[in-house]
């Protein structure tokens, strides 16, 4: 855009000064744009989609509830006279018709017709939206959410249209800003939604949603079409400062702050220049997600309040700035600050010319630069100020070399100690991705000593650097180990203890979430079983089922000692699959079995390092037999005779689907990294471990007889799972649904691929001709002698195994 020159004002029509007047102020900013979309617009239609979805999941789970009180309302309408509940009715719907109305006459009055334009749009669209949708429900939508919507009564909209249209309606004129306008609307809204749940003409849910439908349309237009622009210009910011008692003769935006705020500089008539912070009201929701994702994941003493009105960020920014001129720290000092009208207020600095440290290359901050930051900072520790942002773009040099911190708006009084040792472990990490992990430390002890050093220590997190830090990290993954092996060295007796910082962790989220989806499904699978077909089973078959089930718990312990040089008791290692049992319960299945076994073999002496290699060599060994033995039973299941060579459409399908899955992991550069990363730790211990068991014939024939056995025992445990329920199936047949399903369950998130193996095995079974019960049926009973009947023994097995401390 163009820069334009704007005057204040404070000038006559033809351009020269009023009499008594300062002279005029010449602009230079880019035109601001005559509209805007608001942050605030788009949140709430997101949290209104939320709602939504709320809403439908709420009264389908209450769904009898609901039909109950219906058929209530159904008979208490009978007893009301026909005459006073048509008059509600019609006076409701008038109401909510004629109001609306009365307020676009008003507003046109006011030469405010666009808004009256931006509501009809979003009339005009809800209208639209609420046939399509009520369409879709009424032909092919569910039939339980129809039922709810329209009360089983034929001529009943499911989305009522002409509310979901006033509700837009009002909505995009934004009438929730007049309080009198507002109430009258609300009040003729629910007239209206009674006399039309009391004509049975909607239900509950049908009204709730036609109103939440609504305003969503109103937001998602809103934020579409966008709003008047109501930032005040440089015009209105040069008249607030003239107000302060300043004179200025020109101003100059810059660059807008990391947080989106205005700046400006602006020229006085003695030839010095103040620096202009605008804080626009529109901006206050920026970013917001982002910070409340943050306050829900980490604790509450380390997050930052999600929002603050427009007054309490004015002074959050004036108090720190004082409180940091106040303890002599280099900080540029605030004059004054002023609101200027609802909408925006404004901090006047003193200017002080200064570059970024940013801006200075690595070569220049030198060991004097580096001293002087850790000085500005040790000043606002000692007066328990913590910054909350030091970063490169907060952390200034004038010209004479000084250091000066800016960006006082993010920071704390009074604060804590985990707060003040945040901003050590924050300015650490990024003077070292500046200068390195030595020079960074050495820096820091100068100045601070090794103790406030070895205090930052277990905060040297990413979670707790800024976004932007995080971020350089990706380039500099062991940064954050040489710092602390700095600062270690400094002080090797140092203590620190584990400061954990998040409520939980993304992946914690993700298995929390794939549980209730597997419990929902494995609930719904239950509910298929014929349990005529149940009391039928065939208890001989379940007794193989059993034994094998339990067999395998030999099997495993068997395939464990094999890859140990050092003897394990065999009983003993036996009780520790039980108890691994029970910890899948908590974990998913492809990391419950590896901690409990490294654990396990770390209380019998094996150093942690070898132990990691013992598991991890097992679990290398036994996913080599699972692809060998899945493509092995692959082949049988598809020839047609023993002595065919020819491969099977399943073998076939299995090889192209490693072969695609091997061609993303070396086409996508940063998934070929992770895994040649993983690859790389797991085999650089593997190796050695395995050449030190091949040495010995015993442990080879333990450890690889323990690995065939295992998959053996639960081949068998699923085929006699299949034969009790009646169902017959080829053996080969079996092992490829089993291999294949215990694949999937093992790259679950779930505690022991809970959801996904039942989902898997059935689909599987399926496909190889059971019956829908029979698949059913035989996977759930197999889950129960696997996953479930184990638990208890398991329990009681860690109990043990803890007490003796062999856990």
Sequence with gaps: MKDIKERDDTTSAGGTPRAGRDPVVLVVEPLLPQRIRRPSDALRFLVTLLGLAAVILLALVAQKTLNGLEADVA????????????????????AMLAIPAAYAVERVLHRDGLRVAEGLFAAIAGMVLSFVLGEWILTTGLDDLRLLLTGGRAGVEPINTLLTSVIAYVTAMRISRRPTWRVALWSAVAVNAVALFAGLAATILGIVVSIVVGLAVGYATLYGVGSPNTRPPGSAIVTAVRRLGFHPVKARRLDDDHQGSRRYAIGLKDGSRLDVTVLDRDRQVAGLLYRLWRRIRLNSETRRKAIRSLRAELEREALMAYATHAAGAGTPRLVGTSEIGSEAALLVYEHIATRALDDIPDEEIDDDLLAQIWEQVLLLQVQRLAHRRLTGDSIHVDGEGRVLLMDARSGEIAAGDLLLRLDIAQLLTYLGLRVGAERSVRAAAAVTGPNMLAGALPLLQRIALTRETRAALNKQKELLTAIREQIVELEPKVEAGEVRLERFRPRTLVTIIASAFAAYFLVYYLTQINLDMVTSA??????????????SYVAAALMLMGFVPEKLPLSRTILVQF?????????????????????????RGVPPGQAVASVGASQVTGLAFHITLLLLFAYITGSSTAASFTPSRTLVFVLLAVTAVFVIVLGIPRLRRVVTARLRSLFSGVLPRLLDVLQSPRKIAEGFSGTLLLTIFFVVCLDACVRAFGGSLNFAAVAVVFLAGNAIGSAAPTPGGLGAVEAALIAGLRLAGLSPDVATSAVLLFRLLTFWFPVLPGWASFTYLQRKEAL
Aim: proline share 3%; glycine share 16%.
């Design 579 to 603: 108890a691994g049992s029970f910890v899948k319960l908590v974990a998913p299945a492809a990391v419950s079995g590896v901690a409990i076994n490294t654990r396990y073999l770390q209380k």
């Design 538 to 551: 065939k208890w001989g078959w379940t007794g193989v089922a059993l034994a094998a089930a339990m067999l």
């Design 75 to 94: 008979d208490g309408t009978r007893r009301v006279p026909f005459l006073l509940s048509g008059l509600v009715g019609v006076l409701g719907g008038v």
